[in-house]
T-cell receptor, first 111, second 110 residues
Framework: NAGVTQTPKFQVLKTGQSMTLQCAQD?????MSWYRQDPGMGLRLIHY???????DQGEVPNGYNVSRSTTEDFPLRLLSAAPSQTSVYFC??????????FGPGTRLTVL | KQEVTQIPAALSVPEGENLVLNCSFT??????LQWFRQDPGKGLTSLLL?????REQTSGRLNASLDKSSGRSTLYIAASQPGDSATYLC?????????FGKGTRLHILP
């Protein structure tokens, strides 16, 4: 099993550009989530999904969209990047109320 | 709103000592609590998961306890080693929202 994979590892955007961070898992987990990690702020939940076709907002959803068309994939879309979205983004998956498995992260810089 | 607090924010201890990391949460109606470690510039590695019906979990030199009624969990590390140096995070799961503490940065002195 590859576990949780994220692409790209690094990305630099200009303000106003859009992009999609990819996340995939091959463990047939129902639950998937996106976090951002910022110095002094810890990990904060952006969006999560409890299954294909179901998504919901976390603590800091503004500026981000998600969709879950398959069990395996949970992409995160930045519609119009802002410098405040400079962060490290982590995707995670877990079985229902089970242990979370994290991807390696995407380091995003918005200029 | 669930809040998760980890105290202290940083801790330095000599190699070989036993130590305890603390995690407290405000809403006791949780599904589970999970402890992670994170090395600088890396992702999160799961250490222990405690379901709401459990009181503790053990893995090697690590033991995590959960007291839901008081909103507290501890991570006990026995016979600490320099390789244990990392940031340790706890996360609570309630109503499908998983909330993290800000972590304790642990430094084991050789």
């Amino acid at each position: 099993n590859a576990g949780v994979t994220q692409t790209p590892k690094f990305q630099v955007l200009k303000t106003g550009q859009s992009m999609t961070l990819q996340c995939a898992q091959d463990m047939n987990h129902e639950y998937m989530s996106w976090y951002r990690q910022d110095p002094g702020m810890g990990l904060r939940l952006i969006h999560y999904s409890v299954g294909a076709g179901i998504t919901d907002q976390g603590e800091v959803p503004n500026g981000y969209n998600v969709s879950r068309s398959t069990t395996e994939d949970f992409p995160l879309r930045l519609l119009s990047a802002a410098p405040s979205q400079t962060s490290v983004y982590f995707c995670a998956s877990s079985p229902w109320t089970g242990a979370q498995y994290f991807g390696p992260g995407t380091r995003l810089t918005v200029l | 709103k669930q809040e998760v607090t980890q105290i202290p924010a940083a801790l330095s201890v000599p190699e070989g000592e036993n130590l305890v990391l603390n995690c407290s949460f405000t809403d006791s109606a949780i599904y589970n609590l999970q402890w992670f470690r994170q090395d600088p510039g890396k992702g999160l590695t799961s250490l222990l998961l405690i379901q709401s019906s459990q009181r503790e979990q053990t893995s090697g030199r690590l033991n995590a306890s959960l007291d839901k009624s008081s909103g507290r969990s501890t991570l006990y590390i026995a016979a600490s080693q320099p390789g244990d140096s990392a940031t340790y995070l706890c996360a609570v799961n309630r109503d499908d929202k998983i909330i993290f503490g800000k972590g304790t940065r642990l430094h084991i002195l050789p």
